[in-house]
């Protein structure tokens, strides 16, 4: 498995797809650095009159919640429903869902456009299925991933997502199979943004990759075993986000697949 995620890696960089990007101001100049630094190519586009165009060149789209208004709100509802049309793929970041109800009912209508993916942390998982028995706190989780595994269920069986939840172990729930990756280092959490950098990624493999799952798998095994690297060579926050960018363009294949921890559930 760690061949054939590797070589997802290398279809990414051969083909280097056109992603939409509809996410949040916080993040923006960071997710477009991650696309480019794993060889796809990010294009950050809501204005309504162009979302027809947009939907036409590129081969996926990222939508990402994070920083909320009606404009932008409308710009997702018109790109799932565009990109539905087309056959094309797509991912959702919850960000902060069950913090407001705003963001509720806004996630609620996007889920009836079904998402091909749908990646957030344990907390934002469990508030989107409506399982959450501990408070959403922002953007950061309170609960762990193993615990949203019956809402990611949930929400696969409904909508035929594949789900994605972010942790200390990551784990892809698909139809008919799970993944777990155990890579990852503590430090990436005291960094914004790099869960929407990992959803970037997915829209990037998902595009290319016809199996769900191993796209998904591929794009957080890559996160997840650059993230360590990166913070093995980093003083802090500051130099990882700089050594996250730099792995994530020069790692090797014997990197990848010798530091890769993943297991499986069927």
Not at 192 to 207: E, K, N, P, R, V
Not at 233 to 241: D, E, I, K, M, N
């Amino acid at each position: 498995m760690e061949k054939q995620l590797w070589d997802h890696v290398q279809t990414v960089r051969q083909q280097s797809p056109l992603v939409q990007n509809i996410t949040n101001f916080v993040v923006m100049n960071n997710t477009a650095n991650a696309l480019l630094a794993v060889g796809a190519s990010p294009i950050m586009a809501h204005g309504h009159a162009e979302l027809d165009d947009m939907s036409r060149i590129c081969r996926s789209l990222v939508v990402n919640i994070g920083t909320l208004d009606d404009y932008w709100v409308a710009a997702m509802f018109r790109a799932a429903v565009l990109a539905g049309e087309a056959g094309k793929p797509w991912v959702l970041d919850p960000v902060g869902a069950g913090a407001s109800g705003y963001r509720d009912t806004t996630l609620r209508e996007l889920l009836e456009h079904r998402p091909t993916v749908v990646r957030g942390n344990a907390s934002e998982i469990m508030a989107l299925a409506k399982a959450n028995t501990k408070a959403t706190k922002g953007v950061d989780s309170t609960a762990a991933s193993s615990e949203a595994l019956d809402a990611a269920r949930s929400i696969c069986q409904r909508y035929g997502s594949v789900v994605c939840i972010s942790g200390a172990v990551d784990v892809v729930v698909g139809p008919a199979q799970s993944m777990y990756i155990h890579n990852g280092d503590p430090l990436m959490t005291k960094v914004t943004g790099l869960g929407c950098s990992a959803t970037a990624l997915i829209g990037a493999f998902i595009a290319v990759v016809d199996n769900r799952v191993e796209a998904v798998g591929a794009a957080m095994a890559l996160m997840g075993v650059c993230g360590e690297l990166a913070a093995a060579a980093s003083s802090g926050p500051g130099s990882l986000q700089v050594n996250l960018l730099d792995k994530l363009y020069n790692i090797t294949e014997e990197e990848f697949t010798t530091r890769l921890r993943i297991s499986h559930e069927a």
